[in-house]
């Protein structure tokens, strides 16, 4: 069975230890797609395909590029896919790369510019949210703008810092994370989005965040938190599922992977993905307490989404605000470079359209 194998760099030749590696354990790769930061010289080609045993046609360069997103492009220059192909005795019509064309057109093209704070406890690590990024600047390709993405260590937001680390930013998004390093300062942050009307999005975690933060400010529960957050909490607005509790072998038990979701007619979440029945993928174990499900809807917060037998919480807006959506599952993981994620679709355009107020 044929193999293809991605060679290190060095020095802007590439290198054979990958190779060599697989080869001492008795696997002889087809293909090599040699790292590099300039082409490939024909003599560097023939020296791989000698020591490496394989066709000359079969050292293809992976060129360094400024865009992750055009290197299907420098690939297909070297008849990458005919060469799969053939290697693995494929008989598949020509590569069509129409659609991935006007993507990189819309890319190349942009002509406006929006900033977006991601307020996190592991910003000093962009790869920690690499998801969340590159599904904000999927968005970004789809509205022709450039997404500057303003990293802000929730660790530092407090009541008197917030203002200046945030004012300047067209929206506001708190992702995914576990533990409580740093949940103030998310909470902090929200408030600041949602009483200045600064779009905001919030996921899994961004969005039990906002819950305790509505129910403080709003509902004017001064202790509301998460059971994560306050094991011994009275006012828990996010709290374990009654089949989670007293789990004490936690491998395996949170909610995880594919759930429907059902969004409310009329709402925000709705109107994004134009349809009524979703499909989202999750990682938690806490929930929306729905004791104090009523008191939210009654202050202005709609439960835009939830399970299909209605009992678990899946999304939340604020429809005061021009955008202020939270969700428990993942968007950032169906989001493609030429297909955004609705949600992320949802902020970018709010965020420009403030951005033009």
């Not at 090599?32 to 490939?40: G, T, Y």
């Not at 200045?196 to 509505?214: K, R, S, T």
Request: glycine share 8%.
């Amino acid at each position: 069975m044929p193999y293809i194998v991605g060679s290190g760099e060095y020095k802007s030749k590439p290198t054979q230890h990958s190779v060599k590696e697989l080869m001492s354990l008795g696997i002889n790769p087809d293909i090599i797609v040699a790292r590099c930061s300039e082409p490939i010289g024909e003599d560097i080609r023939q020296k791989i395909s000698l020591f490496c045993n394989v066709k000359p046609d079969c050292v293809i360069g992976n060129v360094n590029l400024p865009s992750l997103y055009h290197v299907p492009l420098m690939l297909e220059k070297s008849k990458f896919s005919d060469i799969v192909c053939r290697e693995l005795s494929l008989e598949c019509p020509p590569c069509d790369l129409t659609e991935w064309n006007k993507m990189l057109e819309r890319i190349d093209n942009r002509d406006k510019q929006v900033k977006i704070a991601i307020v996190g406890k592991y910003v000093k690590l962009h790869d920690a949210y690499l998801s969340v990024a590159e599904a904000l600047n999927h968005a970004g390709f789809e509205f022709a703008s450039k997404v500057d993405i303003k990293w802000v260590d929730s660790e530092l937001v407090t009541e008197y810092t917030v203002k200046s680390m945030l004012s300047d930013c067209d929206g506001i998004l708190v992702p995914g994370g576990f533990g409580n390093r740093g949940i103030e300062g998310k909470v902090t942050a929200i408030k600041y989005a949602r009483e200045n009307n600064i779009p905001y999005l919030g996921i899994c975690l961004g969005m039990q965040a906002a819950v305790i933060e509505f129910a403080r400010n709003v509902l004017d529960i001064k202790d509301a938190n998460s059971r994560e957050f306050a094991p011994e909490g009275k006012n828990l607005v996010i709290d374990l599922m009654e089949q989670q509790q007293g789990v004490s072998i936690k491998g395996g038990t949170m909610r995880l992977g594919a759930y429907p979701c059902v969004a409310k007619k009329g709402t925000v979440l709705e109107k994004l993905y134009g349809k009524q029945e979703l499909s989202e993928r999750h990682r938690h174990r806490y929930e929306f307490n729905n004791k104090f499900r009523e008191k939210f809807e009654n202050m202005g917060m709609t439960i835009s989404g939830t399970s299909p037998n209605g009992l678990l919480v899946e999304a939340i807006e604020v429809p005061k605000n021009s955008f202020f959506v939270g969700v428990q599952y993942h968007p950032e993981f169906k989001s493609r470079p030429n297909h955004a994620h609705p949600l992320f679709r949802g902020l970018i355009k709010a965020a420009l359209g403030r951005k033009v107020q």
